[in-house]
């Protein structure tokens, strides 16, 4: 069945719950739109995607979700510009990997038309919560979990599809501090670190605690093996630059496609900055820090964008950034999100207008 944005279903909530919120002061993701695209499969196939106000879920203490963890997710943004059009960024992109996510956690995939329909539709009704402040956007989270019971360890019959969306600002405030990561591992060859599946991220928390703990932000990811190559910084890619080179690690099992990664590579190029898509040791990152060729690290990612380190830790010692006058970051997020807010020409095509 082909889904049109006619044949969803929309419930509006009685009251709205905007004027409770203060858009000059947005938090990341703590804040819900009013309402939720629901989607359910049974039967074998995805039901008729609905509108519904944003409300709790009902479950059976038995579904495979909680003890499993089947469950995966997206995270994507709607932009408003100075015309109050909204625009997305890349949506198909998230699409797809959702549905990679899906395959590798033996859930069922979510055709395209219900997946952008569905959010299409729930953005119409909820346009209003779509921030209009410089560096605000509306948060938007797909996500699949099993609903389908029993304590049998196979794949659950019966699933949940949501988009759920969250006014938000800034994702770090500050300065970001981080601390390579020696011990734990955020995924393995053959695993699932290159799916976004809830439990990569609950593997995640314990370490970064204890990072927190020594007063970092976040962790970052070396690989399982060795522990000599730089993955990942938190949940987001992660960018060198060692005199006026970029640097990124080849995605793998282990490290997430990222969007926003796949895009500063390109909008790189076109800046003529030189990209290495290559393994990046921790020993050469140290030894760029000592030399001083190391110029700037920084994260990239949907929520965080672009996220400058500040300072990284190895072994007990912390190692300062400095600071850049023909900052790297500032000119890829500076491009990045003039086209995601349609303040720039988009050469590459990837805004998507709702
Ligand atoms: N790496 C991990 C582990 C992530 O969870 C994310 C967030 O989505 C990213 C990287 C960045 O990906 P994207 O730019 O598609 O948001
Ligand atoms: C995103 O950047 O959208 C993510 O999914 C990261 C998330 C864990 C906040």
């Given at each position: 069945?082909?889904?049109?944005?006619?044949?969803?279903?929309?419930?509006?909530?009685?009251?709205?719950?905007?004027?409770?919120?203060?858009?000059?002061?947005?938090?990341?993701?703590?804040?819900?739109?009013d309402?939720?695209?629901?989607?359910?499969?049974?039967?074998?196939?995805?039901?008729?995607?609905?509108?519904?106000?944003?409300?709790?879920?009902?479950?059976?203490?038995?579904?495979?979700?909680?003890h499993?963890?089947?469950?995966?997710?997206?995270?994507?943004?709607?932009?408003?510009?100075?015309?109050?059009?909204?625009?997305?960024?890349?949506?198909?992109?998230?699409q797809?990997?959702?549905?990679?996510?899906?395959?590798?956690?033996?859930?069922?995939?979510?055709?395209?038309?219900?997946?952008?329909?569905?959010?299409?539709t729930?953005?119409?009704?909820?346009?209003?919560?779509?921030?209009?402040?410089?560096?605000?956007?509306?948060?938007?989270?797909?996500?699949?979990?099993?609903?389908?019971?029993?304590?049998?360890?196979?794949?659950?019959?019966?699933?949940?599809?949501?988009?759920?969306?969250?006014?938000?600002g800034?994702?770090?405030?500050?300065?970001?501090?981080?601390?390579i990561?020696?011990?734990?591992?955020?995924?393995a060859?053959?695993?699932?670190?290159?799916?976004k599946?809830?439990?990569n991220?609950?593997?995640?928390?314990y370490?970064?605690?204890?990072?927190?703990?020594?007063?970092?932000?976040?962790?970052?990811?070396?690989?399982?093996?060795?522990?000599?190559?730089?993955?990942?910084?938190?949940?987001?890619?992660?960018?060198?630059?060692?005199?006026?080179?970029?640097i990124?690690?080849?995605?793998?099992?282990?490290?997430?496609?990222?969007?926003?990664?796949?895009?500063?590579?390109?909008?790189?190029?076109?800046?003529?900055?030189?990209?290495?898509?290559?393994?990046?040791?921790?020993?050469?990152?140290?030894?760029?820090?000592?030399?001083?060729?190391?110029?700037?690290?920084?994260?990239?990612?949907?929520?965080?964008?672009?996220?400058?380190?500040?300072?990284?830790?190895?072994?007990?010692?912390?190692?300062?950034?400095?600071?850049?006058?023909?900052?790297?970051?500032?000119?890829?997020?500076?491009?990045?999100?003039?086209?995601?807010?349609n303040?720039a020409?988009?050469?590459?095509?990837?805004?998507?207008?709702?």
């Amino acid at each position: 069945m082909n889904i049109t944005e006619q044949k969803i279903s929309i419930e509006k909530v009685k009251q709205s719950k905007i004027n409770q919120v203060d858009f000059d002061n947005l938090s990341f993701g703590s804040v819900f739109a009013d309402h939720m695209l629901v989607c359910d499969y049974k039967n074998g196939k995805w039901e008729a995607p609905k509108v519904i106000p944003y409300q709790p879920i009902v479950l059976d203490p038995s579904s495979k979700i909680f003890h499993y963890g089947q469950s995966i997710f997206e995270g994507m943004k709607a932009y408003k510009d100075a015309n109050n059009d909204t625009w997305l960024f890349r949506p198909l992109e998230n699409q797809k990997r959702l549905n990679v996510s899906a395959k590798r956690m033996a859930i069922p995939e979510i055709p395209e038309d219900y997946f952008m329909e569905g959010l299409k539709t729930l953005l119409k009704v909820d346009e209003q919560w779509i921030p209009k402040n410089e560096g605000s956007s509306l948060y938007i989270r797909p996500f699949i979990f099993a609903t389908g019971q029993g304590f049998h360890a196979s794949p659950a019959n019966e699933y949940k599809f949501i988009i759920s969306c969250a006014p938000s600002g800034a994702y770090f405030s500050g300065k970001v501090k981080v601390l390579i990561e020696e011990k734990y591992s955020r995924s393995a060859n053959g695993g699932v670190g290159f799916a976004k599946a809830g439990g990569n991220y609950a593997g995640q928390f314990y370490p970064t605690q204890l990072a927190v703990a020594k007063g970092y932000n976040q962790v970052i990811w070396t690989d399982d093996n060795t522990h000599e190559y730089i993955e990942e910084a938190g949940a987001m890619n992660i960018f060198i630059r060692i005199n006026d080179t970029l640097i990124t690690g080849p995605t793998s099992d282990r490290i997430l496609d990222g969007i926003t990664r796949k895009s500063i590579l390109e909008i790189a190029k076109d800046e003529n900055i030189k990209t290495e898509v290559r393994k990046i040791t921790v020993a050469e990152v140290i030894a760029a820090a000592k030399d001083g060729s190391l110029k700037e690290m920084f994260g990239a990612g949907t929520a965080a964008v672009i996220s400058p380190i500040a300072t990284f830790g190895y072994r007990d010692v912390d190692y300062d950034l400095p600071e850049n006058e023909d900052s790297m970051a500032t000119k890829l997020k500076k491009r990045i999100t003039d086209i995601q807010y349609n303040k720039a020409e988009d050469p590459f095509g990837w805004r998507y207008k709702v």
